[in-house]
């Protein structure tokens, strides 16, 4: 439905934040997210940040499985 | 626009200016002996077995980081003799210039084919030039044609795979596609990558001082590691058992993959070769590339097997194994 | 990094998924990217027999009917309009020809990575009028709303949209007993929250709410079996990192004041009423139906193809008479064979057959 890439945020300028992923940089909207800054992940998906993240990597599904066994 | 400093139509005309252009630019980066101003070359070639190529060149933009059309016009064809196991030796050239083209980009893509003739170790002993009107054709398409002596003893082909062999490839995959794809700024995504493009007749010939039991070597060009491996596999009649997480690929390539939704295997290589060789003779040849210039990241991604014949199938991150998707045309990003 | 440790995590889920001895069901992963990434990862080979999966209506491009593609084609051919796209629906089949025809023939046919891609190209070429092909889902919808808003804001006059987007709650109503537990589809979930996937549960329809990596989804489809041995309707959001309770109102105003729901045909589900999306706000501007007067396609599909019943999960890709036959990737027929994401297309490209 819709390929999205984790990216962190290495800059930021009206509205607009450049996104790094393993070194491949664009110019992304940031519009839909608040607050955004420079450290931060974010997915992205068809040029816009939709959800900022927590992280980069999986901590919290890990959790969640541990929680549940 | 200024008129001097570009390519315009009397340069094709055949007349002084032609003759100007091809001293200016062609002559003066491509002097060797064997290029003479007769019809055509003359060339005295002992006996034995000789392969034989050509290849035609476009590619947009002209110039990108890591080469230019004038570079991949001489790796393509030497690279394709080099798989035959040949040593490359001559190489001729004809250029379809747009009206406009500037001189002095040509003049760079002269020279570039020059020095890497030079380093792979072939003449360029005949061309021909051509001026089409603007909008004809794209900046410049260049068609090369090549030949080179095949050592005794050495018979590589696509259909010489056979089960137990194993799947190396020279270096990291995809760069030049990579690149491709971020020259043509169509995608507003920047990264670091250069072309791989690089001549590869010194590595072959590192493989077979090594042994000249060497089954298959392909260029892995325009449809990438992922159609070779293919095409090998219909045409020895074989499987080929691919390792996802051996296959070498740049962090920035893959971050620019993940971004537009394409597969590394399908992007084009202009400096890779895969290179099928008897489980016992691998770890030598491997040995051998990682001392060489351009093969440093060689590695070893897979084995022929008897099963599937035809197909490619990848052991995938989790250990599970999956069909890698048939080759299919165009590389078109997704989003979904 | 952890990478060790996540390795051993990403064992448990296996090892729950692998060892699964509960009574047989049917997962729906509703989202086409689960399912390229399910195949691409190899996952069906490991789920023991009576677990099964379908693959949903999630592609925008599988349940984009073809009538969508001969306005698109239209505008490129008949009006001389740049038609801006993703690159998913380039090779897609219309009625008479796909857009890669219509670029062979003459028509611009630009690919985009983004919509704002789409409305700076038409900022940068003031002379050329420009359409951009708006389809997806709650994800993908925000994204073409903010190029509206940057055409409305730089007043820029040549830039509209030819609208086909879908919301995903009445197609889960359609699709009520095809599945025992739906994947959700994370990105969606990641602007719409998870609200409606809760009162789903509570009308007794299970699911998870599923990311994209090999941990997230074999994370996902191990809780979906646990949860499923318990015996009682359940929701879990399996995608906490990226999907919130409340999930992104921005997102969810801004497509509320620049579109409105309308019925919308799915390829093989068919009329779902309010299940698509127009355009709201000045529509002779930005609607590029209104704009352009496009008429009413009779999209043909082709009678033999099932990718309606593919979609819905009634038959396999493996059913379909002209499956690998007439139909395949390179000369697709149904929309499920065109998409890399599609049902069919994945069945061809990755199943061991």
């Excluded at chain 3, 318990?230 to 004041?257: I, Q, T, W």
Aim: with cysteine.
């Amino acid at each position: 439905m819709c390929v999205g890439l984790p990216a962190r945020v290495v800059n930021m300028k009206d509205g607009k934040a450049v996104v790094d992923a393993s070194g491949a940089k664009r110019e992304i909207s940031a519009d839909l997210i608040e607050n955004l800054e420079p450290g931060d992940y974010v997915m992205v998906h068809a040029g816009i940040a939709i959800a900022k993240i927590t992280s980069d990597d999986e901590e919290e599904t890990d959790e969640l499985l541990e929680d549940l066994l | 626009m200024e008129e001097k400093g570009r390519v315009t139509l009397a340069h094709g005309a055949g007349g002084k200016q032609t003759s100007e252009l091809i001293d200016r630019v062609f002559k003066e980066y491509f002097a060797n002996p064997d290029l003479t101003g007769d019809d055509a070359a003359v060339l005295g070639l002992a006996g034995g077995r000789y392969a034989f190529s050509t290849d035609g060149f476009i590619v947009s933009p002209a110039s990108f980081p890591g080469g230019n059309i004038g570079k991949l016009s001489i790796c393509g064809t030497v690279n394709d003799l080099a798989c035959m196991g040949a040593k490359p030796l001559y190489i001729t050239c004809a250029f379809v210039i747009e009206e406009g083209f500037p001189m002095e980009e040509l003049e760079q893509i002269a020279a570039s084919m020059a020095v890497t003739a030079k380093e792979a170790g072939v003449r360029i002993v005949a061309g021909d030039t051509k001026v089409a009107g603007k909008g004809q054709v794209d900046g410049v398409f260049i068609t090369t044609s090549g030949i080179g002596l095949i050592p005794e003893g050495v018979e590589t082909s696509g259909s010489k795979a056979v089960p137990g062999d194993l799947v190396l490839v020279t270096g990291d995959i995809g760069r030049h596609g990579c690149t491709i794809l971020l020259a043509r700024e169509d995608f507003g995504i920047e990264a670091d990558v250069t072309s791989d493009c690089a001549p590869l007749a010194g590595a072959v010939k590192a493989m077979l001082d090594v042994t000249d039991q060497i089954h298959v070597i392909r260029d892995a060009t325009r449809g990438g590691v992922g159609t070779v491996l293919y095409e090998i596999a219909e045409q020895s009649e074989v499987g080929v058992s691919l390792d996802a997480e051996a296959v070498p690929v740049r962090e920035d390539v893959k971050g620019v993959c993940g971004m537009l939704g394409l597969e590394p295997l399908y992007l084009a290589c202009e400096g890779r070769l895969v290179v099928i060789v008897p489980e016992e003779h691998a770890q030598a040849v491997l040995a051998a590339l990682r001392e060489g210039k351009y093969t440093g990241s060689a590695a070893v991604i897979g084995r022929i097997t008897d099963e599937m014949p035809g197909r490619v199938i990848m052991t995938t991150e989790i250990g599970a194994k999956t069909l890698l998707p048939p080759p299919r045309g165009e590389l078109l990003p997704r989003i979904c | 990094m952890s990478g060790k440790e996540n390795g051993k995590k990403e064992n448990k889920a296996r090892e729950i998924i692998e060892n699964y001895d509960g009574p047989g069901l049917r997962i729906m992963e509703v989202c086409g990217t689960h399912t390229h990434e399910i195949f691409r990862l190899g996952i069906r080979q490991i789920l023991p027999p009576q677990v099964e999966l379908i693959s949903g209506p999630g592609c925008p491009v599988c349940v984009t009917p073809a009538d969508f593609i001969d306005e698109a084609v239209w505008l490129a051919l008949e009006k001389g309009v740049t038609v801006c796209t993703f690159g998913d629906l380039v090779r897609v089949p219309g009625s008479k020809m796909s857009l890669a025809g219509a670029r062979a023939e003459g028509g611009k046919v630009q690919i985009v990575y983004s919509p704002l891609d789409a409305c700076q190209y038409a900022a940068d070429h003031p002379e050329e009028e420009v359409v951009f092909l708006s389809v997806g889902f709650e994800t993908t919808t925000p994204a073409a709303c903010l190029s509206l808003q940057e055409a409305d804001r730089q007043g820029i006059t040549n830039y509209s949209v030819l609208t086909a987007n879908k919301t995903m709650p009445r197609a889960y109503e359609a699709l009520r007993g095809s599945a025992d537990v739906f994947l959700y589809p994370g990105h969606v979930n990641a602007i719409t929250g998870t609200a409606l996937c809760k009162s789903l549960a509570e009308e007794g329809i299970s699911g998870v709410v599923a990311g994209f990596t090999a941990k997230e989804l074999l994370a996902a489809l191990a809780i979906a079996l646990k949860k499923y041995q318990e015996g009682k309707p359940f929701f879990v959001n399996a995608y906490p990192r990226v999907v919130s309770e409340e999930g992104s109102p921005g997102a969810m105003k801004l497509v509320d004041e620049w579109m409105e729901a309308c019925d919308s045909e799915w390829r093989g589900l068919g009329l779902i009423p309010g299940s698509g999306l127009k355009i709201k706000k000045d529509p002779e501007r930005y609607d590029a139906r209104v704009r352009y007067g496009v008429p009413k396609m009779e999209g043909r599909s082709n009678p033999a193809c099932r990718c309606g019943e593919v979609l819905q999960g009634k038959c396999l890709p493996t059913d379909c008479p002209i499956f690998g036959k007439a139909c395949n990737p390179l000369h697709p027929v149904g929309a499920c064979m065109v998409s890399g994401e599609g049902a069919c297309s994945a069945y061809y490209q990755y199943a061991l057959r």
